[in-house]
C-alpha cells in the first residue's frame, strides 16, 4: 500500500507542461481567435530532436483533407544519431484530433479570412502536443498599430522606472 502512494507521487510531480517552441510571428501577422490542442503523428528520432529543441514553427499553416488534418512547413532537424532512420525534416505530419472538432474547424475556415496556424509546440506529460490557433489575418495598419501600443508601454515603463530611481 506504501509503495503504491509513493509510486503516485512520484508520477503526479514528473505531470505537467514544458514549452519547446512558440510561433510568435503567428501573433503579429493574424488575430487569434481560438486555440485548441491537438496531439501529432511523429517518429522516434522526430521525439529525440523534438527534446533537444530543435523544432521551427515559423512560416507553418495547417490544412484539412478528407476529415483529417495536416500540418504543413513544420522543420524538426534531424537527430544526429537517427542515421538512416531519420525522416525528412520538412515532411507534412498528421495532426490527432476529435472528429467533431476538425469539423467545426473545417467549417469556420471556409469562411473568408480564417486560417488554421500553429502557436506552439510543447510536452505534456510527456507526449508532444500542439496547439494551433484559429486565426484571422491582420492588415498593415492593425499590425501597425500593435506595434506602436507596445512602444509606448515600453516607454511609459521606461519612464516610470527613471522616475523610481531617484525617489
Not at 9 to 23: P, R, S, T
Not at 45 to 52: D, F, G, N, P
Not at 57 to 86: A, P
Request: proline share 1%; aromatic share 8%; glycine share 6%.
Amino acid at each position: 500500500m506504501l509503495s503504491h502512494l509513493c509510486l503516485y507521487n512520484i508520477m503526479a510531480i514528473q505531470k505537467g507542461i514544458k514549452v519547446i517552441a512558440e510561433n510568435r510571428k503567428a501573433f503579429h501577422d493574424y488575430f487569434i481567435e481560438e486555440r485548441y490542442e491537438c496531439g501529432i503523428v511523429l517518429s522516434g528520432t522526430e521525439v529525440k530532436s523534438i527534446r533537444l529543441g530543435k523544432i521551427n514553427l515559423k512560416d507553418s499553416y495547417c490544412t484539412i483533407k478528407d476529415g483529417e488534418i495536416f500540418l504543413v512547413g513544420v522543420n524538426i532537424s534531424h537527430y544526429e544519431q537517427g542515421n538512416r532512420f531519420n525522416l525528412d525534416p520538412m515532411r507534412t505530419r498528421k495532426l490527432l484530433m476529435h472528429k467533431i472538432e476538425i469539423v467545426k474547424l473545417y467549417s469556420k475556415i471556409k469562411q473568408e479570412g480564417y486560417t488554421l496556424v500553429p502557436t506552439k509546440a510543447y510536452f505534456s506529460d510527456s507526449k508532444v502536443k500542439i496547439e494551433i490557433g484559429l486565426a484571422k489575418g491582420k492588415k498593415n495598419y492593425d499590425k501597425r498599430d500593435s506595434i506602436a501600443e507596445k512602444q509606448a508601454k515600453r516607454d511609459i515603463d521606461r519612464a516610470l522606472k527613471n522616475q523610481n530611481k531617484y525617489l
